[in-house]
């Protein structure tokens, strides 16, 4: 299995005799962490190969749900990490040994970690909006890694990818003491002497530089330890942005391979069937349905939206993106949309006025204006970390951005129970906004336990919907092997572990949801108010 490189490389590669995997030694692995420069070269079974992709995507999509409830990196956000990893995949979190014997289960692990990268890279390089999100979750793990290692683990890791950081001398460091004690409050005088100062060109450490962390001195920055994980986190960053770029040129030479393809599909496949697609509904709902709709199938989210449309004909600009593009993947069809707009901003500023002045910006998130991109609606993810809402906004996510006695009362006058209420607002305050809208789901549609988690708004709707129709199947049946599991991935699990389902019982509160890659290109494209 290997990455990049030019066709005849590949047909060098394909031709040559592989080692096999048997003798693993010190060599093969000498850290525990890894720039992962060179692709595994050894032979592995088809069942370790999806069983080791699988368990990484599991991680990854668990740091991917974890930076909604924590701040990344905080205490809170370690803690949980490493509860996680400790009860499922240990070996994310042995550390260096330093100068012992390292155990052939621990290079085990190192190889697991090594091959299963490698193969998410394929699985995660096809489009931008995957490499992305694939570059950020691998990032937030290599940094969670590196911060657990020691000084001394870190030098030698340096060392061996030939990061050639060394620390400034004493002699420099006491030329510069006046400048270096004024970087930051923690590097007193008497810490000076214990703490290391790496120098580096600027360029490196951009981040720093602009939030004034280091010492500039004729092109080069002072970096203190405590800040160094920005420049590895650059270079791992660069790195592996490149190396995505080259695996996704590569990947046409893979579909030969129709062992691997259905594969790496089953990852990626979540990804691309939560980037919502708009066109799976279109034309199923009228606008006249809206009003009913809205108290039935739509989520906290769009209810209130379409509440505060209908009762001050106003929205701000997020609010119109996200109820609009809502609409767009219910299937209101674009002229349905217009004349929807149209009544409602009509009321408030005039119906000339809307044609001047939003009917292009509707027409535009049906692309079929400017670049004639296809929009998706936001995910959950989306709304909840972006752009959130001011004192007289109605969009983002109630569960998140409004205050515990406001969600109380609204959720009182939808005649939520009191109980149910004192659920939600224990999720909330716990920073689980997505399990507190299933609980709402799951009250408001009569079910003990949905098998579906809330990810996205227009997936809401459509489970909604499908209750309502009666097209899903009988409650009674989908409860009988609830006590199974509640995480409910939407790729395949490997055969291989298909029958080992005990230790996923921890993983309920999984959600699975990125950004959607359209968001940044519509900030651009769209004035805002
Ligand atoms: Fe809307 Fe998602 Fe928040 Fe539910 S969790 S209210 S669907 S943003």
Redesign the pocket.
Known sequence: MQFGGTPKQAVRRRNRRLQLNANLDDCSYPHNLMMYNDPPTMNITLQEFEAFAFERVKVLHYLDSLSVSAVKNSQTYNAKLTEFLRKNYPGFLLQNGGDRDVSEAELEWRRRDHISHFILRLAYCKSEELRRWFLEKELDLFKFRFLQESMNSVQSFLRQNNLTYTPISDDEKERFRPFLTKISLEVTEAALEKTFFYRVPFVEVLNLVSSRRVFLYQGDAFVPQKEFLSIISNQFREHLSKALTLTARSLPELEEDDRLLPILCSFNKNALSTAYDPKRNEGKVSVNDLDDMSQTSY???MRQLHRALKDTHHLRHWGRMQYGLFLKGIGVTLEESLKFWRQELGKGIGEDKFDKEHAYNIRHNYGKEGKRTNYTPYS?MT??TKNPPAAQDHHG????HTSPDLLRQKLRSYKTSNDVIDEITDLVKGQH??IA?QKYFEYTHKLEDSSFQ?TH?NH?FDESQKILKDEKVPRQQNNQDKNVTKFAPNWSMPNSQKEDKSNLTEEKKFNNEWEDSTLEQMMMEYSEE
């Open positions: 989520p906290l989210c959950c709304i909840i996510c109630p569960f998140k906004f997505q809208c809330v708004p809401y």
